[in-house]
């Protein structure tokens, strides 16, 4: 069977090739073609490393580490709608309703963003990279569960067009796509992307829901009723794939052991996260003031933000001690949006599209330093054989 593949796309691929009649559309086919097989193809010249990982099995550790979150958002999203009516359900219940869902808007997320990502390939006659694989499945995960497709279209399409294409392409933008595309949304349809309705997939024969979200609650002065371990499992209200710590961190496990995930990111960010909490914490002026620190690093989208993206290999630092200073300073800014902003108590996806801007500065700055220290070495040692 494999062969037999093998051997119908080189035969397609055949009116595709250079001085052939189709060969403007080479960038689209040769898409599918390493989406299905190994690329064939090798570095010939310049220095490089010799090494058996590629972009496109770097974005398919990432999607696997995504998976055990995004099971758990659709069966979530099931039980949050069940718990509304009052009706008895079973686990492939709530999972079937979850999945009615989600899985058709991350089928328009792939469409749209892959139209336009094979669109700019044959314009500009480059090849199609793998990282809309891990961005098309992440927009859905940070959005509303009952948001209509054709917002996430739109959102989808202004993240690539904006935050990646304008750039240059994959590898090129200083954004997070992904969280670009939820800050259009939320900028652009705030009554969609707010509120207490937004959060939980909406019973038509309930009349009133309570799907605000833990930080929703604490943000309006009100008291929360779900436990830690609630918390901590995500069998709570909240977009699809940020309610359960315990998955994001199976997801982060595997992306660490890999290499894929920088280590340093997810560590500094969670402890930014505590420092700024524990702050709060001995002033308690209000109720997000008073929420222990521990208790904001298991809520909302804290968790999910730091392990998948704020350790985005483009947007987010380059040097070792550059991913220190810029995790630590996502997870700061992170807890202080949501304590000083009631109206959007989720300061995660702010947090960490303000970081991306500085990333760049923050590896200025840490590079200089270590040339001044090299320099100021040098100097000493030079002065030493002197003597």
């Known amino acids: 069977m494999k062969n037999f593949l093998r051997n119908k796309i080189d035969l397609i691929k055949r009116n595709f090739q250079k001085g052939e009649k189709f060969e403007k559309f080479a960038p689209a086919v040769n898409a599918f073609d390493t989406f299905l097989f190994v690329p064939n193809h090798t570095t010939q010249k310049g220095s490089h490393i010799r090494d058996a990982v590629d972009l496109k099995r770097t974005m398919v550790t990432v999607i696997i580490a995504l998976m055990p979150v995004l099971i758990y958002g659709i ?31 991350i089928i328009v997320s792939y469409v749209v963003g892959l139209s336009i990502e094979f669109a700019f390939a044959v314009y500009r006659g480059h090849e199609v990279n793998e990282g809309y694989l891990v961005t098309g499945l992440l927009i859905p995960m940070i959005m509303p569960v009952d948001i209509p497709l054709w917002m996430v279209a739109i959102s989808v399409a202004f993240a690539v067009l904006i935050a990646k294409e304008a750039f240059g392409g994959t590898g090129m933008n200083i954004l997070n796509p992904a969280l670009t595309a939820r800050a259009f949304a939320f900028f652009a349809y705030p009554t969609y992307m707010s509120g207490n309705k937004v959060w939980v997939s909406e019973a038509s024969n309930v009349d009133s829901i309570s799907g605000e979200t833990i930080l929703g609650y604490l943000a309006a002065g009100q008291n929360i009723d779900y436990s830690v371990m609630d918390m901590f499992m995500g069998s709570i209200p909240g977009s699809i794939a940020e309610t359960s710590t ?3 961190i199976i997801g982060a496990l595997i992306l660490v052991l890999t290499g894929v995930g920088s280590w340093r990111i997810i560590v500094s960010g969670i402890l930014g996260g ?18 222990s620190w521990i208790n904001h690093l298991i809520v909302g989208g804290f968790a999910f933000g730091i392990v998948f993206m704020a350790t985005d290999p483009v947007s987010a630092a380059q040097t070792n001690m550059g991913k220190w200073i810029y995790g630590f300073l996502v997870g700061v800014f992170c807890i202080m949006i949501r304590v000083f902003n009631p109206a959007y108590p989720e300061g995660v996806m702010l947090a960490i599209l303000l970081m991306n801007v500085f990333a760049p500065t923050i590896d200025h700055y840490v590079i200089n330093l270590n040339i001044e220290r090299r320099k100021k070495r040098w100097s000493q040692d030079n002065l030493v054989k002197t003597i």
């Open 75 to 105: 069966y979530n999203t099931g039980y949050q709608y069940y718990i509304q009516t009052g009706e008895s359900f079973t686990f492939l219940d709530a999972f079937y309703h979850g999945s009615l869902k989600i899985i058709p808007m």
């Open 246 to 248: 315990f998955w994001v």
């Open 274 to 291: 505590a420092f700024m909490g524990f702050i709060f914490n001995l002033l308690g002026l209000n109720p997000l003031m008073e929420f």
